[in-house]
């Protein structure tokens, strides 16, 4: 396999998991995604399938800092019809750091 094609198929499966992301409830796939960490505190980050600079990716996990406890912790990506206003409020008040 030639490097661009390689490329081109690593491209086009990350585009497919963004995709299909979205589409199960998770509308920052890709973005801004709301995440829980593992004491339940709600906060926003940069969420890029098949990529992370700021957190060490564990399958559909990540264990990066919680802004909101102020410690690290294991978070993953909350579905849009599990969150109340105001957990959508209270996650867009505490977002990660926009290192991308």
Known sequence: MTAGLIVGVVVVVLAVVTVTGR?????????????????????????????????????????????????????????DEELSEEDRRSAEAHRDVRVP
């Open 23 to 79: 589409r199960r409830g998770y509308s920052g796939m890709g973005g801004n995604q709301i995440v829980r960490c593992r004491n339940g505190h709600l906060f926003t980050t940069i969420w890029v399938p098949g990529a992370s600079f700021k957190a060490v990716r564990l399958g559909r996990s990540r264990f990066q800092r919680c802004p909101v406890g102020r410690h690290w912790s294991m978070v993953t990506p909350v579905r």
